[in-house]
T-cell receptor, first 110, second 114 residues
Framework: GQSLEQPSEVTAVEGAIVQINCTYQ??????LSWYQQHDGGAPTFLSY????GLEETGRFSSFLSRSDSYGYLLLQELQMKDSASYFC???????????FGQGTELSVKP | DAGVTQSPTHLIKTRGQQVTLRCSPK?????VSWYQQALGQGPQFIFQ???????QRGNFPDRFSGHQFPNYSSELNVNALLLGDSALYLC?????????????FGPGTRLLVL
């Protein structure tokens, strides 16, 4: 089968750093994407890794290890507005379907 | 730069009815994918359209069908609605041939089946 595992909930304080892990088991792999979703709104693209290593986009960074079938999203200098659900998603081919994890609900406390 | 748009935003139907949801992709994008997101779950892939043809399909019954028009916009049709079809339906667009490109989502249509 195909599965992605990520923690269901994470809590952190404003200004802190938080890491959301994602492990995947899929029949094929092209890349790992991360999305943010506020209260059932549109999932917003955050970051994408097709190769091993770290991708940095402002306060957000994403890491991928293909050999370990593992990735993480790192959020720095947390702000209250970062409270949302975060999803990792695997694609099997360029532009193809995304298989999503169940999501991690991040709560940022003052 | 116009993002992905979807209509309607909300819809209430009764069991057995049929529904049509609409999506306009992000400007410059040629591929449209549809996802179903139940409450508290991650989005689940329904199907993807490219060049007006269904390119990939997820594990959804034939009651779910779609169409893509020459202007790249798309429709999702669901027949014989069931209570379990109540969900947020998301449309995502992308551009073939962009290796670092991923999919961009619209705000969704929230469907309630009574």
């Amino acid at each position: 089968g195909q599965s992605l595992e990520q923690p269901s909930e994470v809590t952190a304080v404003e200004g802190a750093i938080v890491q959301i892990n994602c492990t995947y088991q899929t029949s094929g792999f092209y890349g790992l994407s991360w999305y943010q979703q506020h209260d059932g709104g549109a999932p917003t693209f955050l970051s994408y890794n097709a190769l091993d290593g770290l991708e940095e986009t402002g306060r957000f960074s994403s890491f991928l290890s293909r050999s370990d079938s593992y990735g993480y999203l790192l959020l720095q200098e947390l702000q209250m507005k970062d409270s949302a659900s975060y999803f990792c998603a695997v694609s099997h081919n360029q532009g193809g379907k995304l298989i999503f994890g169940q999501g991690t609900e991040l709560s940022v406390k003052p | 730069d116009a993002g992905v748009t979807q209509s309607p935003t909300h819809l209430i139907k009764t069991r057995g009815q049929q529904v049509t949801l609409r999506c306009s992709p992000k400007s410059g994008h040629d591929t449209v994918s549809w996802y179903q997101q139940a409450l508290g779950q991650g989005p689940q892939f329904i199907f993807q359209y490219y060049e007006e043809e269904e390119r990939q399909r997820g594990n959804f019954p034939d009651r779910f069908s779609g169409h893509q028009f020459p202007n790249y916009s798309s429709e999702l049709n669901v027949n014989a609605l069931l209570l379990g079809d109540s969900a947020l339906y998301l449309c995502a667009s992308s551009l073939v041939g962009r290796p670092q490109e991923t999919q961009y989502f619209g705000p969704g249509t929230r469907l309630l089946v009574l």
